[in-house]
Every structure is written in C-alpha cells, then in structure tokens.
T-cell receptor, first 115, second 111 residues
Framework: DAMVIQNPRYQVTQFGKPVTLSCSQT?????MYWYQQKSSQAPKLLFH???????NEADTPDNFQSRRPNTSFCFLDIRSPGLGDAAMYLC??????????????FGPGTRLTVT | SQQGEEDPQALSIQEGENATMNCSYK?????LQWYRQNSGRGLVHLIL?????REKHSGRLRVTLDTSKKSSSLLITASRAADTASYFC???????????FGTGTRLKVLA
C-alpha cells in the first residue's frame, strides 16, 4: 500500500545532541511537510517542500533544518535539541490538484524525547 | 494568529448521538479539510470541501462551508465509541501549499 513512513517511531536524544528524523513516501507526491505537535495542541507547520523548493515558516527556529534529497525522502535535522523540542514530529505529503493542494497523507509520527 | 479556531474544545456525548464541531478562519481558501487524530498517532484525512461547495457528505460525516462567514462545521451522525478522537480542520490559504490547522476538538463518545 502506498504510504508515508517515519523512522524511528520513538527517538530519545540528549540535550544539545544533534538528531535526524526520517520520512519516506511511496505516493510520489510532490509536496512534503514537517509538523511539530505538542501534547493537546494542533500540529504546527515547520516547513514544507514543493518539489525541491524549500519553504520555511517565519517562526520556525534556526535550530530546525530540513533536507529533501529526492521525491521520496525528507529529513528533519534538529541541530541542538532543547527540552522544549520534545514533541511528536509528523511528516505529511500532498499533491497538486486544481485550485491548490490535495488532502494530506500523514505518517505515524516520531515521538522525540530530550533528556 | 493565522490559526483556525475550533469550538467546542472538548465534547462528550453518548453513543448514538450526533456530534457537531465548528471551525472559523481568517484567510481566503481554496478548500477546507477535516482530519481525525487518535491519541498519540498520525492524522487521518476525513473529508475535503472546496471553496465553491457548500455541503459535502461522506458516510456518517457531513461538512458545511460558509465562505462569507469564514466558517465550517463537521457533523458526525450516530456516533460510535470508535469515533473518540481529536478532530482538526485544516486549510491551505489561497495561492499556497501550506496548511493552517484549527485548534482542535476532543470528542469523547461514551458507550
């Protein structure tokens, strides 16, 4: 089945130790997203790629970076995680359709713990 | 804030009852979407309504959209315990491929 896969599902890192979260998709969608979601809150968009074009949200900290080496893969790098970065990180995809993006397809998320 | 607003924040109903949740937003949109999220999991797309549509149905779901009032509602009829989840509206502002999410409604359906 076509899907969005996130690895790992659970990640524990130490304060200040760089960490990379991975996302892959078999849907061949041209748009990929990274969201941060904290407990009982709505997902917060960090950035998205339209094809290879990177679109950063104005309030996304510089500590968060992303790479999309090809259509299928996208990575979220947190350069120096702080305790406040502990959250669920969600990857999603969508595609072009008339009048804007289609619905989004979400991965299961990676829960990041910072010790 | 560009975030959409949803109400109620939380809703508790008995199995078999209907649940209605509302979403208001501030920007112009191409479409509006509703998602469900079970605790600790990813979001699942439920329904998409385009800006030129006023009502859409999918199974037990009914969505309305009023672009003049910048609001949408999601109705779940004959609710089941399995409908217990958080529900979010999400909308891409016109001309963009980003999404603004609503604040969410936590629905609890009691068996």
């Amino acid at each position: 089945d076509a899907m969005v896969i996130q690895n790992p599902r659970y990640q524990v890192t130490q304060f200040g130790k760089p960490v990379t979260l991975s996302c892959s998709q078999t849907l061949n969608h041209n748009v990929m997203y990274w969201y941060q979601q904290k407990s009982s809150q709505a997902p917060k968009l960090l950035f998205h790629y339209y094809d290879k074009d990177f679109n950063n949200e104005a309030d996304t900290p510089d500590n968060f970076q992303s790479r999309r080496p090809n259509t299928s893969f996208c990575f979220l790098d947190i350069r120096s995680p702080g305790l406040g970065d502990a959250a669920m990180y969600l990857c999603a995809t969508s595609r072009d359709q008339a009048g804007g993006p289609s619905e989004q397809y979400f991965g299961p998320g990676t829960r990041l713990t910072v010790t | 804030s560009q975030q959409g607003e949803e109400d109620p924040q939380a809703l508790s109903i008995q199995e078999g009852e209907n649940a209605t949740m509302n979403c208001s937003y501030k920007t112009s949109i191409n479409n509006l979407q509703w998602y469900r999220q079970n605790s600790g999991r990813g979001l699942v797309h439920l329904i998409l309504i385009r800006s030129n549509e006023r009502e859409k149905h999918s199974g037990r779901l009914r969505v309305t959209l009023d672009t003049s009032k910048k609001s949408s509602s999601l109705l779940i009829t004959a609710s089941r315990a399995a409908d217990t989840a958080s529900y979010f509206c999400a909308l891409p502002p016109s001309g963009t491929y980003k999404y603004i999410f609503g604040t969410g409604t936590r629905l609890k359906v009691l068996a």
